[in-house]
């Protein structure tokens, strides 16, 4: 079966910190990959995606992830993180059935 | 915009009772899935549908069903619920083909507490 790994569940930064999350999936074949925030009170909202082209995608909010075929990982990356990026991180891959990772909270130390 | 509709937000229901939970899609949308989220866990696929009257399993199927019998239409059902199904459900769907680079489209989400 697909699955979806988020290798970090929580994740504690000061504010300017880089940050890096893992994801990585299980299927071989054609897949979609997204990124969703989820911030407290909210709805899930979509990042970036990747479906083809530049493995190297641009999200919203200064988020990037990258897409690395051999290793099956998409992760996603941030620079410089800010306090307002305080939320819970999901990682998701469409290879038919969209299946989502368990989730990162990320909470950021102003 | 694409809206997806769950009808109902906030449900208390009973051991042993049957629950509906109801989802539309406005779009057209050929899949539908739904997904319980719980703390810790994510989002997992329960079920999930490609087509009217066409069906498969998710991760997580034990103790639900589901009906699709209009395109816009996919329901969940507990059939007998239980406290451990106290969760989110989360209704989405999905234009096209997998691999279309299309996103998902999420409804409002359908608090269920089971007593």
């Known amino acids: 079966a697909q699955s979806v790994s988020q290798h970090n569940h929580h994740v504690i930064l000061s504010e300017a910190a880089s940050l890096e999350l893992g994801c990585n999936y299980s299927?071989?074949?054609?897949?979609?990959l997204f990124w969703y925030v989820q911030y407290p009170g909210q709805h899930l909202q979509l990042l970036l995606k990747y479906f083809s082209g530049d493995p190297l995608v641009k999200g919203i909010k200064g988020f990037e992830a990258e897409f690395i075929k051999s290793k099956f990982s998409f992760n996603l990356r941030k620079p410089s993180v800010q306090w307002s990026d305080t939320a819970e991180y999901f990682c998701?891959?469409?290879?038919?059935?969209?299946?989502f990772g368990s989730g990162t909270k990320l909470n950021v130390k102003p | 915009d694409v809206k997806v509709t769950q009808s109902s937000r906030y449900l208390v229901k009973r051991t042993g009772e049957k629950v509906f939970l109801e989802c539309v899609q406005d779009m057209d949308h050929e899949n539908m899935f739904w997904y319980r989220q719980d703390p810790g866990l994510g989002l997992r696929l329960i079920y999930f549908s490609y087509d009217v009257k066409m069906k498969e399993k998710g991760d997580i199927p034990e103790g639900y069903s589901v009906s699709r019998e209009k395109k816009e239409r996919f329901s969940l059902i507990l059939e007998s619920a239980s406290t451990n199904q106290t969760s989110m459900y989360l209704c989405?769907?999905?234009?096209?083909?997998?691999?279309?680079?299309?996103?998902?489209?999420f409804g409002e989400g359908s608090w269920l507490t089971v007593v």
């Open positions: 989405a769907s999905i234009p096209g083909r997998a691999t279309d680079g299309n996103t998902i489209y």
């Open positions: 299927y071989g074949g054609t897949v979609n």
């Open positions: 998701a891959v469409n290879s038919g059935k969209f299946y």
